[in-house]
């Protein structure tokens, strides 16, 4: 692993080197990345299978989506286990989860919509998506609620875009890229699958089409976009996950396809990039989403190795 690492930073340099300022370089190279934990069971009772989606409450509480058990697997701070949410809960097919600063979780279901629960497992609310889409989305592909209780829907769908709730369930606006497929011709509205918010609450939105992110500052300002498609060093296939590290200054994307993380500065400038497929720890298979615990290290959902990998950064 540790050489295909190296091998990777030496060639990235090389081919990046005319495009790249020394102090670019520099950080291209400082930082280090170590496995320090893999999570492929529940209570010595469920297997990790289809590890789908990952996110980390404010408290450091983890949320696993298995796709295979139709189930939400719940992990405190230390990765023990805590409980889960499943069809006793009303969870039929679970595709995404967040949770609010008071501990509430919602929970995207293929045949349920939006559900949401309180910190016990009760469902306190659901979110109709269809009357909000004319009928045509049943379920958010993936969602988030931000510090002021907005509540982000994406909907999977160009026109849809990411619809933007208040915490009363009422439209605030929607967010709906545009970007030209082709350069010279005229923008057109993206599809987005993925949304992530960063500490300042600053907006990023993935479309796998375009290989792309799409940054706002808010729902209503567009900041700027970074991200080439493409299948080598530097590009992005298939992106799936983001999570930015504020603290360290960093952006990580995670690549469906390349079985990689892509790690960029703030900017979107493109710095390293990390994994290779294989089942061995450090490596990938088609990896589905990643998040930040409360220590800023890395959560990955490892798909198709059936677990859930912890990676430490260490800036040097």
């Known amino acids: 692993m540790k050489k295909k690492f190296l091998l990777y930073g030496v060639l990235g340099i090389l081919?990046?080197?005319?495009?790249?300022?020394?102090?670019?370089?520099?950080?291209?190279?400082?930082?280090?990345?170590?496995?320090?934990?893999?999570?492929?069971?529940?209570?010595?009772?469920?297997?990790?299978?289809?590890?789908?989606?990952?996110?980390?409450?404010v408290i450091g509480n983890l949320y696993v989506v298995d796709s295979y058990h139709h189930t939400v697997f719940m992990f405190d701070d230390h990765y023990q286990s805590i409980t889960r949410l499943d069809s006793t809960n009303g969870v039929i097919a679970p595709v995404a989860v967040a949770a609010d600063k008071r501990g509430n979780i919602y929970v995207s279901d293929a045949k349920k919509g939006v559900l949401v629960f309180n910190s016990i497992g009760k469902i306190i609310?659901?979110?109709?998506?269809?009357?909000?889409?004319?009928?045509?989305?049943?379920?958010?592909?993936?969602?988030?609620?931000?510090?002021?209780?907005?509540?982000?829907?994406?909907?999977?769908?160009?026109?849809g875009g990411v619809?933007?709730?208040?915490?009363?369930?009422?439209?605030?606006?929607?967010?709906?890229?545009?970007?030209?497929?082709?350069?010279?011709?005229?923008?057109?509205?993206?599809?987005?699958?993925?949304?992530?918010?960063?500490?300042?609450?600053?907006?990023?939105?993935?479309?796998?089409?375009?290989?792309?992110?799409?940054?706002?500052?808010?729902?209503?300002?567009?900041?700027f976009g970074f991200g080439q498609k493409g299948g080598s060093l530097g590009k992005l296939s298939r992106p799936v996950g983001l999570s930015v590290d504020c603290s360290k200054g960093l952006i990580y994307v995670l690549d469906y396809m390349r079985h990689t993380i892509s790690i960029y500065n703030l900017k979107g400038a493109f710095l390293q990039e990390y994994g290779g497929n294989g089942s061995a720890v450090g490596w990938f298979d088609y990896p589905r989403q990643i998040c930040l615990d409360k220590k800023q290290q890395l959560v990955i959902a490892d798909t198709f190795n059936g677990r859930i990998q912890i990676l430490a950064v260490n800036s040097r």
């Open 15 to 57: 081919i990046l080197y005319p495009m790249m300022t020394e102090a670019i370089i520099a950080e291209y190279i400082r930082e280090n990345i170590t496995p320090v934990e893999v999570i492929d069971e529940f209570n010595n009772q469920f297997n990790l299978v289809r590890p789908a989606d990952v996110y980390v409450d």
């Open 125 to 159: 609310k659901k979110i109709d998506i269809s009357k909000f889409t004319e009928g045509e989305v049943k379920y958010p592909v993936d969602l988030l609620v931000d510090k002021s209780d907005n509540i982000y829907l994406v909907t999977g769908t160009e026109q």
């Open 163 to 223: 619809l933007v709730l208040d915490k009363k369930g009422k439209v605030k606006g929607r967010i709906i890229p545009k970007d030209s497929v082709k350069e010279g011709e005229p923008p057109i509205p993206i599809c987005i699958t993925r949304i992530a918010l960063d500490a300042e609450n600053k907006i990023y939105l993935i479309s796998q089409d375009m290989g792309k992110i799409y940054v706002y500052k808010d729902f209503e300002t567009f900041s």
